[in-house]
């Protein structure tokens, strides 16, 4: 086994080139270069958990924006639903009372026209009276020669008249 | 390797003096060991400083070293607590020495001529002189933070009177032998496995030297054994790297945080 056999010779050489070695890993890779690569592991997470942050609060101001933006569409909903529905009914009244109006209008003219009717039948039938009595006063100057008076003439029909 | 070769399985561990010269009983003699622990140091140095683009999107690179860091911060963590960031570098450093040294020892660079690949962790002079670093941190420790009452460690939580006077040596003992088995494992690991590769490989070489049916049967089993035994190699290089990092940060713990 040499190294046990050499080890009087070699162990002052190995010490002696192992600490310089060790020395080395350790000051200047151990103590200078680990915490470099750790600072940047560190800083890396750190931007990692930042930039999740900022993620996170800006996804929370996005849902309140959509919340506001919900809560203006509702409210525009509402509103527009009820002008649309005061705009109906107030065009449903309009019509209701123009309708109501032309009723009216209607009405009264054919009360006019029935009242012209009336009084036409009643001038016609007063003429037809005086048509009837006068024929009445002629057949009767005709048949006896006497001579009816206009009045008795007239009763005489409007009681035939009203009999038939 | 003409002839009756004899293959030493522990031709691999020798260290020898490169540069001339013979090898000699100084601290400056530059060995292929020292050599190896330098390409080692080359790799990580490399391999760390390419991951420090220090970019918002890592590349694969970065990725792969941050991963590394990850790793070793959350074993120091979860081992010691928030206060464990201390002692990064150092559990940092020996996880990375002794990966790299494993990994790189059971590289195939045996295959170029004349390079004569030398894994730095099969020397117990190399992972007994970490384990004791790694003993020394958490006595050093121990005793700056908790002063004497350091040694309550020893004398687990709620133990009756009676028991602490056969608790206490047997604790004591099992504290002493924490820097041997830190020690031990990772250059037994390396040690066996590589006599075993070299084994194994010199049944590929017989193998082909006897030829016939046989020989080559026995050089092609020897040879998938071999290839098996690398990649196992690769695995307990890792697991090792790891067992001394987790224990290092757990006997860490015991000094910070008593228990």
């Known amino acids: ?164 | 390797m003409a002839g009756p070769a004899k293959i030493d399985p522990m031709h691999q561990f020798q260290i020898t003096s490169l540069g001339g010269g013979e090898l000699q009983a100084s601290p400056f003699m530059f060995t292929n060991s020292a050599l190896w622990m330098l390409i080692v140091l080359a790799v990580i140095v490399a391999f760390m400083w390419g991951g420090t683009k220090r970019q918002l999107v890592p590349g694969r690179w970065q990725t792969a070293v941050e991963m590394l860091t990850g790793f070793l911060e959350n074993v120091t963590r979860q081992s010691i607590g928030p206060e464990g960031r201390k002692y990064l570098p150092w559990v940092f450093t020996a996880f990375v020495f002794i990966l790299a040294a494993n990994w790189i020892g059971a590289m195939p660079f045996g295959i170029v001529p004349g390079a004569h690949p030398f894994t730095v962790t099969s020397q117990f002079t190399v992972t007994g002189t970490m384990s004791i670093i790694s003993f020394a941190i958490v006595l050093g420790v121990g005793f700056w933070k908790h002063g004497l009452h350091f040694f309550s460690l020893f004398v687990p939580k709620g133990t009756p009177f009676i028991l602490t006077l056969l608790i206490a040596p047997i604790e004591f003992v099992s504290f002493m032998v924490r820097p041997f088995s830190l020690g031990l494992r990772p250059f037994i690991a390396m040690f066996a496995g590589h006599i075993l590769l070299e084994v194994f490989g010199n049944f590929v070489v017989q193998g082909l030297n006897a030829g016939g049916p046989m020989g080559y049967g026995i050089s092609l089993l020897a040879f998938l054994f071999v290839a098996f035994v690398s990649a196992l190699e690769l695995l307990v290089g890792a697991i090792q790297a790891f067992v001394f990092a987790l224990l290092t940060a757990l006997y860490i713990n015991d000094a910070v945080n008593l228990h």
């Open chain 1, 1 to 164: 086994m040499p190294q046990l056999a050499q080890l009087a010779l070699v162990y002052q050489s190995q010490w002696f080139w192992l600490l310089i070695v060790l020395g080395v890993i350790y000051f200047f890779v151990g103590r200078g270069i680990v915490p470099k690569v750790e600072e940047t592991v560190d800083q890396r997470d750190a931007q990692i958990a930042a930039d999740l942050a900022a993620a996170e609060h800006l996804r929370a101001e996005a849902a309140t924006a959509e919340e506001a933006w919900r809560a203006t569409i509702n409210e525009a909903h509402a509103e527009a639903q009820a002008v649309t529905a005061k705009a109906k009914e107030e065009a449903a009244k309009d019509a209701d009372k123009r309708v109501a109006a032309a009723d009216k209008r209607l009405a009264k003219k054919l009360d006019e026209a029935s009242a012209a009717l009336d009084e036409a039948r009643r001038s016609a039938l007063t003429e037809v009276e005086a048509m009837a009595a006068d024929a009445t006063r002629e057949i009767v100057a005709k048949l006896t020669g006497s001579k009816v008076d206009d009045a008795a003439a007239r009763t005489a029909v409007a009681e035939a008249l009203s009999r038939a």
